[in-house]
């Protein structure tokens, strides 16, 4: 394929998806990532489309959100893997809440076998995929659905998670920045899943590296109220994803990355590389344990909460290290 032809290609996937990782232009151009970078640098330079990291956007500050047939196919091998090592968090009889999105749509399929849980849900995807799981029981919200990205939002949906009192609540988005936090395109799904942080004594968020450093238009959580961010490994030369999980590191957020290979799922890394893996979650906390809704869970001698250890976390040490800035250098 000529470079005419394979910039064309590109263009117009990230003109029907709003946002395209680097490995997905590579498979569809059938051209390594490279060269693919060197094109998005060149249509960049045309001001046709913007690079961020580990992928290319619709030119402007903020990216649009894309429709559920299309982000369901954007970073897939990477939302899986995502979706095995946060299903290792969830205990046995927790109660939990999970948002609307495709990377929590393949985390609802894994917690199917979790026994004696409770999943509260906006999704309606969320909750087929529990659906016939018959030791968990799914709660759904009230409220308007919202067609594309089958979620119930709204007035309805709000009033209903009042009163609610969860351990957990996973979580995701259009946009993850450390300044701003988890973000989101529209203003009905946004209101909802502030009502769940609400809900829960602590947010983790799932966020595949592609949503690394963008910005959207609607806060849903503000990065003081994040708890954990799982997420993949960012490409190798992608400095300001490495970057910008180091500054979410240095708030305080915990960070686990799931690596190639992780949770039996290959991410699409480079060969060889050893999976990163997250170290056993706690027991589920008592009731009584729980922070108030919406506040950070307090930890022992004060200070930013831990960091998620493991054989290769990101945040093996303690923030400021370098550690996750490591990556720049692979």
């Known amino acids: 394929m000529f470079a005419a032809e394979r910039r064309q290609l590109i263009l117009e996937m990230v003109r029907a998806n709003g946002a395209v990782s680097l490995r997905e232009l590579a498979r569809v151009v059938q051209t390594s990532e490279v060269t693919v970078r060197r094109d998005v640098r060149a249509l960049e330079a045309e001001g046709l489309l913007d690079r961020r990291h580990g992928g290319a956007v619709l030119p402007g500050g903020f990216s649009r959100e894309s429709g559920f047939p299309q982000k369901s196919h954007l970073a897939s091998a990477?939302?899986?893997?995502?979706?095995?090592?946060?299903?290792s968090l969830v205990t046995e009889g927790e109660a939990i809440v999970v948002g609307a999105g495709t990377t929590t749509q393949e985390l609802a399929r894994r917690l199917a076998r979790v026994p004696g849980l409770t999943v509260v849900t906006n999704s309606l995807l969320v909750a087929q995929a529990l659906a016939h799981a018959n030791r968990v029981e799914v709660v759904m919200t009230g409220g308007t659905l919202r067609g594309s990205n089958y979620a119930?939002?709204?007035?309805?949906?709000?009033?209903?998670?009042?009163?609610?009192?969860?351990?957990r609540a996973f979580l995701s988005g259009s946009g993850l920045t450390a300044e701003r936090g988890l973000s989101t395109s529209n203003m009905l799904?946004?209101?909802?899943?502030?009502?769940?942080?609400?809900?829960?004594?602590?947010?983790?968020?799932?966020?595949?590296?592609?949503?690394?450093?963008?910005?959207t238009m609607f806060q849903t959580v503000p990065t003081e109220l994040i708890t954990r961010l799982v997420t993949d490994e960012p490409p190798a030369p992608d400095d300001r994803a490495a970057t910008e999980l180091q500054a979410l590191a240095d708030q305080g957020v915990q960070i686990a990355v799931a690596g190639p290979g992780g949770g039996g799922t290959d991410s699409g890394g480079p060969a060889g590389r050893r999976p990163r893996r997250m170290a056993p979650p706690p027991a589920a906390a008592k009731t009584d344990d729980l922070p108030l809704p919406g506040q950070r869970r307090a930890h022992p001698g004060g200070g930013p909460p831990p960091q998620l250890r493991g054989a290769a976390s990101l945040a093996e040490q303690p923030p400021g290290n370098g550690r996750v800035a490591d990556l720049r250098r692979r």
């Open 152 to 167: 119930l939002v709204g007035s309805g949906a709000e009033l209903s998670l009042q009163g609610l009192r969860v351990s």
């Open 78 to 87: 990477e939302k899986t893997a995502i979706a095995d090592l946060a299903a």
């Open 189 to 215: 799904s946004a209101s909802v899943d502030r009502a769940l942080v609400q809900a829960a004594g602590e947010v983790v968020v799932l966020a595949d590296h592609t949503k690394l450093g963008t910005d």
